[in-house]
């Protein structure tokens, strides 16, 4: 397929870079090479998840360890102090946190923080912090009273100590993502009402940027999560289960370029938090207690993408999926896009689609299709 030829150029690319290397240090190819698939258990209570540039923090029974996946296949204690719940990363600095809101921001170095500082965010007295991400200088935090009442959204400036808070929803449930500097991703679920709110936000000017359109078919996201590589945006729905499982991408700039694609299955069991990191996925599995770090994340056998123009009626697809799914093993994956950008990829037989939708219910042959279709008997008739 497509996404496997990919991979196997980039390894080839990579090879060819390293044999062409005359100078230079081992460890330029050490991080240029891919990270491995792997399953870490973070075990114990209250297990959180955080990846800096290179490593991955994740914290049990209130430890924090630390894992450099292109040299170790285990991780070595990284803190021990306080009863560390919540990490949270912006590539560089790392903050551990505790359930009531004490601990510490700082770089991580060989043997511990390099310049720490004592992290004490506003959390009232008697409730538990239940979210934290770093975005430039502010921490932003969710908390909620002991007895899982609705969670409340702060934001505390981490030079002068000041706090904001701001609660969209009064009966909501919510979880956060970093964004890359100024930026966060925010998602609310009204627990009483089904609405959904999810939208990005920039601390700096402390108002909403852009609104991400959820589909009144999504009963919640599992997890959000941006990969700045790609400069995307993701959210897992896990809602019709291992075999419902979709994957949501947005250009985080324009909220009606969107993808619903299949992830793979390893990443869709229970996630509660997603990372990435060197190209590879990095999930938090919290009711097991195990971290995946996935490079493929997306499914891949019998995988058919189709253009869909943006006003199209979509849900006729629902249906054909499901028969060929179940019929073929054969995976639709929908690109909803401007009839424009269509007309342009299709004029340039542009090679990331291999079906194009139109016209109701008609999967239209009479543009370039680069998967062969002998694979596909269905499809194929």
């Keep these: ?12 690319l990579l090879m060819a870079g390293a044999c062409g290397k005359k100078n230079g240090s081992g460890d330029e ?47 070595t204690l990284f803190y021990e102090g306080t009863y560390i719940t919540k990490l949270a990363s912006d590539g560089e600095r790392m903050a551990v946190c505790s359930a009531d809101g004490e601990g510490i921001v700082g770089v991580p170095g060989e043997e511990g923080f390099k310049d720490p500082a004592d992290l004490r965010l506003p959390v009232p007295e008697g409730c538990m912090l239940s979210g934290l991400v770093l975005a430039g200088d502010t921490a932003v935090f969710l908390w909620r009273p002991a007895e899982n009442g609705p969670d409340r959204l702060g934001f505390y400036n981490l030079a002068s100590g000041d706090f904001i808070e701001d609660t969209p929803m009064e009966n909501g449930s919510c979880i956060l993502a970093a964004g890359g500097g100024e930026r966060i991703f925010v998602y609310w679920q009204d627990r009483s009402g089904g609405t959904n709110l999810l ?161 109701g219910r008609m999967l239209n042959l009479n543009y370039p299709v680069w998967e062969p279709l002998e694979d596909f008997p269905l499809i194929q008739e």
């Excluded at 397929?1 to 080839?12: E, F």
């Excluded at 990846?51 to 170790?72: A, H, M, N, Q, S």
């Excluded at 700045?228 to 729905?237: C, K, S, T, V």
């Excluded at 869709?268 to 996925?281: E, M, N, V």
Aim: glycine share 8%; aromatic share 10%.
């Design 199 to 359: 939208y990005s936000f920039n601390v700096h000017s402390m108002k909403r940027e852009r609104d991400f359109t959820v589909s009144a078919k999504v009963k919640a996201f599992n997890a959000i999560g941006y990969d700045p590589a790609l400069d995307r945006f993701y959210a897992l729905d896990q809602s019709g289960g291992a075999s419902g499982s979709f994957l949501y991408v947005w250009n985080p700039e324009d909220p009606k370029d969107v993808e619903k694609i299949e992830p793979h299955d390893a990443i869709r069991q229970g996630p509660t938090k997603l990372l990435f990191l060197g190209g590879s996925a990095v999930v938090l599995h919290g009711a097991d207690g195990k971290i995946t770090v996935c490079r493929d994340y997306l499914a891949e056998e019998g995988n058919v993408t189709v253009l869909v123009p943006m006003g199209e009626r979509e849900y006729y697809l629902d249906s054909i999926a499901y028969v060929v799914r179940r019929d073929h093993g054969v995976r639709l994956t929908v690109k909803r896009m401007k009839e424009e950008v269509i007309n342009t990829k299709l004029l340039a037989q542009d090679d990331d689609f291999d079906l194009y939708f139109a016209n």
């Design 1 to 12: 397929m497509k996404r496997m030829l990919a991979l196997i150029l980039t390894a080839v």
């Design 29 to 75: 190819h050490e991080k240029s090479a891919p990270i491995p698939d792997m399953t870490v258990s973070a075990g114990g209570l209250w297990p959180d998840l955080a990846v800096t540039e290179e490593e991955i923090f994740w914290c049990g029974d209130g430890r924090v360890f630390r894992l450099d996946p292109r040299k170790d296949g285990e991780g």
